[in-house]
């Protein structure tokens, strides 16, 4: 958007719907060269839901029928004036922009973001005849990696008076590194639900493993 670009005041009659056909037609096709005037558009897409929230005024125009000719030229004017109609549009202002917004028939609807699906969990492989079994998966986050992991342990008839079992869980780089993430009790016949973070990337770890407190590998997922 240049000083001399013809478009420079279309911003809000188009969120408004003040334009005609044509010239919406043309404005749309002109919003895919200019990064202004998209940038402009983007900052008033939420001002009819807005309006929208705010009550009529007891008093001034009628709820029903056309809205006066000057209607609209002053409210986009208010909205050219800065921007800041979010903070400082009183609720008569408001009200007359309500009206306007209803007599045109705007409706202003801005997708909510869809968050990322989860990943299953995935049953690590036993490395041995260990009574332990455990399923686990890696989340990324903007921080690193969250591991969510189960683990259960089954003592067996001949143990039942076995209190528990100590575990550990690290994870391996592909640079050979092995991080420690947990360690905890796994008493039988019960099942441990973990959640940890990493600072590593999930591009980072080849591996996952549950180990014996000294050492022992247990069970690995490879990923």
């Not at 005024?57 to 979010?86: C, N, Y």
Request: charged share 20%; glycine share 8%.
């Amino acid at each position: 958007m240049t000083v001399n670009d013809p478009f420079v005041t279309y911003d809000a009659a188009y969120v408004l719907g003040a334009l005609s056909p044509e010239e919406r037609a043309d404005y749309e096709k002109h919003l895919r060269d200019c990064d202004a005037c998209a940038s402009s558009v983007r900052e008033l897409a939420g001002m009819p839901g807005l309006l929208a929230q705010v009550d009529p005024p007891a008093s001034g125009f009628p709820e029903t029928g056309p809205p006066p000719a000057q209607l609209l030229p002053d409210v986009l004017r208010r909205v050219r004036r800065g921007r800041r109609i979010r903070n400082s549009i009183t609720a008569t202002s408001a009200g007359v922009a309500v009206a306007a917004c209803v007599a045109l028939g705007v409706v202003a609807a801005l997708p909510a973001p869809t968050p990322p699906p989860t990943p299953p969990s995935t049953a690590m492989t036993l490395l041995g005849q260990f009574p332990v079994q455990a399923a686990a998966r890696l989340v990324a986050r903007d921080w690193g990696t969250q591991v969510d992991m189960s683990c259960s342990y089954d003592a067996g008839e001949a143990r039942e008076t076995h209190d528990g079992r100590d575990y550990v869980l690290v994870a391996i780089g592909r640079d050979g590194t092995v991080t420690h993430l947990a360690t905890w009790l796994a008493l039988p016949s019960n099942t441990a639900r973990i959640v940890v973070g990493t600072t590593l990337k999930p591009a980072d770890i080849q591996a996952l493993e549950i180990r014996s407190p000294k050492g022992t590998p247990l069970l690995r997922l490879d990923l």
